[in-house]
């Protein structure tokens, strides 16, 4: 199975995306030895003091050093993504998967989705579909957004797993979805539309992808545009069509790129009403996508 890895160079700050990080009062957490806030420091400065200064991984890789050796699992994890990205370090992959390892075998969701990743892509390791799915399924069973969505990818086409199974595909993306993670609105939307594992509902599938255009995912944006150009789910316009195909296919979708030329160069006369959306264990699962949304609606 192939997915697309992306290593976080904002190493994990989940946390710190919607509140404002109390830097000092942290700070005297971290030097009075608390684990947790050690490892929140190093995130701080890996991330730039919230965009205030260049990213400083040398200051955080001393900050999630001491959160590992004083057992915060999450510091290894970011100390494994510093090695895989040759941030503050000689870059140095079968170290970040013996980090990875041993953080996710202390339970970090983060080292479990990456790890996982690892497996998927053979990297650092032999692949292992199996493996990779043994530690998405982990990861998302502590509510890790991205294993959730990776895991739907693996029961929407029966790989690592005992047998194919859409509606659970269904359901991981449903609650990756409700976390704003776009990629798994995206296939939310596109099972709405086709009805596998859910009761087809195009007009949610519609409104979900909305959601998930507005906030720059470039496939929501090609079956957004499907839908207008069909009028499927939607009240047909082809130059909302041809808008958003274009988009898409600026934001590198070959295909979007070449249906907004035939609508353009057909003066609109094309005839899309027979095109098919896609089935959901053939959609395209893209972790580069970093942005986050508005929770999808249930």
Not at 41 to 52: I, K, N, P
Not at 210 to 223: D, H, L, V
Not at 232 to 245: E, R, S, V
Request: with cysteine; glycine share 8%; net charge positive.
């Amino acid at each position: 199975m192939k997915i697309y890895l992306a290593i976080i160079a904002t190493f994990f700050a989940a946390s710190q995306l919607f509140a404002k990080f109390d830097y000092v009062e942290t700070m005297k957490k971290a030097q009075a030895g608390d684990p947790v806030a050690q490892n929140a420091v190093g995130e701080y400065f890996a991330d730039g003091g919230e965009g205030d200064f260049p990213p400083d991984y040398v200051r955080a890789i001393v900050w999630w050093d001491l959160a590992a050796r004083n057992g915060n699992a999450r510091g290894l994890t970011n100390l494994g993504a510093a090695y895989y990205m040759g941030n503050g370090y000689k870059r140095n992959i079968p170290k970040a998967i013996e980090l990875w390892s041993e953080a996710s075998k202390r339970g970090d969701s983060e080292a479990q989705y990456l790890l996982g990743l690892a497996y998927a892509n053979g990297l650092g390791v032999l692949p292992d579909v199996n493996t990779a799915v043994f530690w998405w399924d982990k990861s998302a069973q502590q509510g890790n957004s991205r294993a959730q969505c990776n895991l739907a990818f693996a029961y929407a086409r029966g790989q690592g797993v005992e047998h194919k199974d859409s509606k659970k595909a269904f359901e991981l993306w449903k609650a990756s979805a409700e976390q704003g993670n776009l990629v798994a609105q995206t296939n939310m939307g596109l099972c709405y539309f086709t009805g596998e594992g859910v009761e087809p509902d195009r007009a949610k599938a519609v409104a979900i992808w909305t959601n998930a255009s507005e906030f720059g995912n470039a496939e929501a944006r090609k079956y957004l545009a499907i839908a207008y150009a069909t009028g499927n789910g939607i009240t047909k316009d082809i130059p909302k069509a041809i808008a958003l195909f274009q988009s898409a296919g600026a934001a590198g979708d070959a295909d979007a790129a070449k249906m907004a030329e035939q609508l353009r160069i057909a003066n609109a006369n094309v005839d899309f009403t027979k095109t098919a959306m896609p089935s959901v264990s053939n959609a395209k699962p893209d972790n580069a996508d970093k942005k986050t949304s508005k929770p999808a609606k249930k």
